[in-house]
């Protein structure tokens, strides 16, 4: 077990980081943030900061030098570095995680192995390969760079061959997969948490909203069936099984009208759908994987009460400051990034309620989310 006042090392210093470090310095323990821009969101809360790019060797043992136990915020962190860091560091969740989420192609196979479903797609090198594939997927469908997305970023969704001119640019990234589109009636999700020792938790199943591939809206509980949750609960255990979690997975799913779920994306770290834990919960995404990675016992997690968690994106920071005073149930996060650039995710909102339909209007009605 990793004692407060131990040193925990965090690879990535976005908001999931500082969230983390937030979390962890509850317990007493030090933070050092890896990250290459100077005073970046984490460095901002954290104990001290080794200004580097992820894949620096020398930073990455700098770190490992320092710090009792390492973790990571997001994926697209440099596998074979990481790898190398699990010989002279403590990095319970290991390198393999990493190695299958960060490439979509290895994801779709783990979670296929794993014995769950996910949507029809071929492996797409080139436009050949795309000609192909499309013949046999059909449209709507969506092309993704394996590597390296986000945000709906190295995404094109394909509905006829004229769309076919702007594919080059992701194929010229790497190989794609091309997927088919899933009329799908609700996005949800499902957090899962395992510590060292293999104790297991699951946070609820929520429900997702994204405007233009980017997380809107997050509506904790999920507004579906009972049946559907405990499926997804399921799934996201087979597939934290396959990969041998330590530490926190977030499993994104598509619901279709007849109850069909398939996974769409995995990522081996909190997520923006957990965000609302952090009010509406016995224990937080973040608190929970902290546990996790100091290996103590993981607490029971229970919805204290139901949530609706809004993104504020660049573009809706100013409205946002200008509604503090008239909202007192808002729970304000905002990231300490610089720039409030267009569609970047700066903070969010979160509101505990038992009305979920009257929140959802008061926060439509805010007009801080008007585009
Ligand atoms: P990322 O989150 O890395 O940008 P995702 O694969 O999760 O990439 O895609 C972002 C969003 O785009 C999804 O949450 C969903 O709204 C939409 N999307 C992606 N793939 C599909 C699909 N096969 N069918 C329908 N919608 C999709
Ligand atoms: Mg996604």
């Known amino acids: 077990m990793i004692k407060p006042g131990s040193t925990i090392g965090i690879i990535g ?19 050092i943030v890896l990250d290459p821009v100077p005073d970046c969101p984490c460095a901002q809360v954290a104990d001290g900061q080794i200004t580097a790019p992820y894949d620096d060797e020398a930073a990455l043992r700098a770190l490992g030098e320092r710090c009792d136990v390492l973790t990571y915020e997001f994926e697209n962190i440099d596998y074979k570095t990481l790898k190398k860091a699990t010989g002279f560091a403590h990095v319970p969740q290991g390198a393999e995680l990493i190695r299958i989420t960060q490439n979509r192609i290895f994801e779709k196979e783990a979670v296929a192995k794993a014995g769950v479903r996910v949507a029809p797609y071929r492996v797409v090198e080139n436009a050949a390969d795309l000609k192909e594939a499309v013949a046999e997927i059909g449209y709507p469908c969506i092309l993704k760079t394996a590597r390296g997305g986000y945000d709906g970023k190295g995404q094109i969704t394909l509905r006829h061959e004229g769309d076919f001119n702007e594919t080059d640019p992701l194929l010229a990234h790497g190989a794609c997969v091309l997927e088919k589109m899933i009329p799908f009636t609700k996005e949800l999700s499902v957090i899962i948490t395992r510590n060292e020792a293999g104790e297991t938790s699951l946070f609820p199943v929520v429900e997702n909203i994204h405007h233009n591939h980017i997380l809107h809206q997050t509506i904790a509980p999920a507004r579906v069936e009972n049946t559907v949750k405990k499926e997804a609960e399921q799934l996201a255990l087979k597939v934290a099984e396959q990969l041998h979690l330590t530490g926190t997975l977030a499993v994104e799913m598509f619901l279709e009208a007849d109850g069909t779920l398939y996974v769409n994306e995995l990522a081996p770290r909190p997520h923006n759908s ?6 509406a919960c016995s224990i937080s995404q973040f608190g929970q994987h902290i546990r996790a990675i100091c290996n103590w016992p993981l607490r029971k997690v229970e919805l204290l009460k139901p949530a609706v968690m809004v993104n504020l994106l660049g573009q809706h920071v100013e409205r946002a400051l200008t509604q503090i005073p008239y909202q007192p149930e808002w729970s304000v996060h905002l990231y300490g990034k610089k720039e409030a650039k267009f569609q970047r995710k700066m903070g969010h909102v979160t509101v505990l309620t038992e009305e979920i339909e009257e929140t959802l209007l008061s926060l439509e009605q805010s007009g801080v989310w008007q585009d």
């Open 13 to 31: 210093g976005g908001q999931l980081g500082r969230m983390m470090a937030l979390a962890a310095k509850e317990a007493g323990f030090r933070i």
């Open 274 to 279: 957990g965000h609302y834990s952090i009010e």
